[in-house]
């Protein structure tokens, strides 16, 4: 699960994630499971562990230790498994707007959303990239919902239909339909924003997932007894949080320096009075 808080529109994001002491991910037992939170410049600033590998109780704690000073604000995205009154009560008690993804997880909410008038709805962004052997088109509508339809959608202002993926040329196409639900107010918000906070939700995995994966060869770590994957994934953030803290770019090189020349490693640290 990933947990991905973002500033209100026009601002930088900071990111919040879930996972972080996950070692092997075969393994994917309860020891693996907690929470961390990581600012758009790739810095994670709190760690918890998940009681029992319960990841929604996880972010939820994570959510509460953040608090107004952290979150107020920022708007916090999350997978469909997190679109709980339970996450949205504890986002708003912190100042924090939210945007959230709803699935088959929420039957009837996800059932009432696949039958408001998507087809009268106007197409508001439609976005075109091509990468990876393959073209992609997201395309995104927005519907502003009414006292009656925000009592049945989580208290939601907004909701989002976001077909993501359609990929065109020699690939046979596919299209995918998300919908999510967001409290953002219409007024203050586009779909531009929506479609780049949904985006950024992404991020993660290429700013943190992947970078411990790579650099620190996380997914064959077989730690797993007590707090082991817990405490190697705190110093793995510390490490990632700490070149970032310093300008480095890129971790893999940050990392092969510090063996060159370990004594550096010291100017990393933050001075304290």
């Given at each position: 699960?990933?947990?991905v808080g973002q500033r209100a529109v026009?601002?930088?994001?900071?990111?919040?994630?879930?996972?972080?002491?996950?070692?092997h991910r075969a393994g994917r037992d309860?020891?693996?499971?907690?929470?961390?939170?990581?600012?758009?410049?790739?810095?994670?600033?709190?760690?918890?562990?998940?009681?029992?590998?319960?990841?929604?109780?996880?972010?939820?704690?994570?959510?509460?230790?953040?608090?107004?000073?952290?979150?107020?604000?920022?708007?916090?995205?999350?997978?469909?498994?997190?679109?709980?009154?339970?996450?949205?009560?504890?986002?708003?008690?912190?100042?924090?707007?939210?945007?959230?993804?709803?699935?088959?997880?929420?039957?009837?909410?996800?059932?009432?959303?696949?039958?408001?008038?998507?087809?009268?709805?106007?197409?508001?962004?439609?976005?075109?990239?091509?990468?990876?052997?393959?073209?992609?088109?997201?395309?995104?509508?927005?519907?502003?919902?009414?006292?009656?339809?925000?009592?049945?959608?989580?208290?939601?202002?907004?909701?989002?239909?976001?077909?993501?993926?359609?990929?065109?040329?020699?690939?046979?196409?596919?299209?995918?339909?998300?919908?999510?639900?967001?409290?953002?107010?219409?007024?203050?918000?586009?779909?531009d924003d929506l479609a780049r906070l949904?985006?950024?939700?992404?991020?993660?995995?290429?700013?943190?997932?992947?970078?411990?994966?790579?650099?620190?060869?996380?997914?064959?770590?077989?730690?797993?007894?007590?707090?082991?994957?817990?405490?190697?994934?705190?110093?793995?953030?510390?490490?990632?949080?700490?070149?970032?803290?310093?300008?480095?770019?890129?971790?893999?090189?940050?990392?092969?320096?510090?063996?060159?020349?370990?004594?550096?490693?010291?100017?990393?640290?933050?001075?304290?009075?």
């Amino acid at each position: 699960m990933d947990v991905v808080g973002q500033r209100a529109v026009g601002g930088g994001h900071r990111r919040w994630q879930d996972d972080a002491g996950r070692g092997h991910r075969a393994g994917r037992d309860a020891a693996n499971a907690g929470a961390a939170a990581m600012n758009s410049r790739g810095e994670v600033v709190g760690q918890v562990a998940a009681d029992g590998g319960d990841e929604n109780a996880a972010a939820r704690d994570l959510l509460s230790r953040l608090g107004r000073k952290a979150l107020e604000g920022k708007v916090i995205t999350a997978d469909a498994k997190h679109a709980s009154s339970a996450f949205i009560a504890e986002a708003e008690a912190a100042g924090a707007c939210w945007l959230l993804p709803v699935k088959g997880n929420r039957p009837g909410t996800h059932q009432r959303l696949k039958t408001l008038p998507w087809n009268n709805a106007r197409l508001d962004t439609n976005d075109r990239t091509r990468g990876h052997g393959r073209a992609e088109t997201r395309s995104l509508k927005v519907r502003t919902l009414d006292d009656n339809l925000r009592s049945e959608l989580l208290g939601a202002r907004q909701a989002v239909g976001d077909p993501p993926l359609a990929p065109t040329g020699r690939q046979p196409a596919s299209i995918e339909t998300v919908h999510y639900l967001t409290n953002l107010p219409p007024a203050d918000t586009t779909p531009d924003d929506l479609a780049r906070l949904i985006r950024g939700h992404w991020g993660i995995e290429a700013r943190l997932h992947l970078v411990r994966d790579v650099a620190f060869n996380e997914d064959h770590h077989r730690a797993r007894m007590g707090n082991a994957p817990q405490n190697l994934a705190v110093l793995r953030n510390t490490a990632i949080t700490l070149h970032r803290q310093n300008g480095a770019t890129g971790i893999q090189p940050a990392l092969r320096a510090g063996n060159r020349r370990p004594e550096r490693l010291l100017n990393l640290l933050p001075e304290t009075a």
